[in-house]
């Protein structure tokens, strides 16, 4: 079973700083979501990614396959972009399921 | 295109009762999975439907079932309930499910958030 550990749990930070929120896991994965949740419980996929580097407007999210590690910053932060943010990776091609991290939560203060 | 959707998106129900939610995935996708969300345990995946069967189970009890159907869209049951089964229920829909081949993409609904009292 993938054990993903999320760090750090809780952030707050001034509006325009650079956050970065890292998430590490146990086994080899297919892949690994970064989830975005907002009060009210609605989950939004940020991205998808199996290697590399994806970049979306102000958010960028990394992974290392060989040192099993994820980061996701975010870039000139603002109070919208306050939040959870969930770590989610897939293993063995999605037949179990997502194995989810225990989430960072984020508050960007004006 | 229309997101995944979840109805209803509250219920109160009390203990020993059953519930039942269902899901409607986004249009052309046969795969859904549902997942239970409590402050305690996070998110953890409690099974996968594709094509009218169960591909696989998480670690619940058996209260918690599900079927699929032959339109993709889902239902979650939960007999019995007790206090713990208080929880946001999200499901969530992909193409096709993951094989060792590859993973699809899974798209989130609003989620259900179920009270027992």
């Known amino acids: 079973k993938n054990e993903v550990e999320q760090s750090p749990q809780n952030l707050t930070a001034q509006e325009g700083e650079f956050i970065t929120i890292n998430c590490s896991y146990s086994?080899?994965?297919?892949?690994l979501h970064w989830l975005q949740q907002h009060p009210g419980g609605g989950i939004v996929s940020l991205f998808m990614?199996?290697?590399g580097k994806k970049k979306h407007g102000r958010l960028i999210a990394t992974i290392n396959i060989q040192e099993k590690h994820s980061s996701l910053h975010i870039t000139a932060s603002h109070p919208r972009d306050s939040a959870v943010y969930i770590c989610a990776v897939v293993s063995g091609g999605g037949a179990d399921g997502l194995t989810f991290g225990k989430g960072t939560h984020l508050i960007i203060q004006p | 295109k229309a997101g995944v959707t979840q109805t209803p998106r509250y219920l109160i129900k009390t203990r020993g009762q059953q519930v039942t939610l269902s899901c409607s995935p986004i249009s052309g996708h046969r795969s859904v999975s549902w997942y239970q969300q409590t402050p305690g345990q996070g998110l953890q995946f409690l099974f996968e439907?594709?094509?009218?069967?169960?591909?696989n189970k998480g670690n619940f009890p058996g209260r918690f079932s599900g079927r699929q159907f032959s339109n993709s869209r889902s239902e979650m049951n939960v007999s019995t309930l007790e206090l713990g089964d208080s929880a946001l229920y999200l499901c969530?829909?992909?193409?096709?499910?993951?094989?060792?081949?590859?993973?699809?993409?899974?798209?989130f609904g609003p989620g259900t958030r179920l009270t027992v009292l």
């Open positions: 990614l199996s290697s």
């Open positions: 969530a829909s992909s193409y096709s499910p993951g094989t060792s081949g590859g993973y699809n993409e899974q798209f």
């Open positions: 439907y594709f094509s009218e069967t169960q591909r």
């Open positions: 086994v080899g994965i297919s892949a």
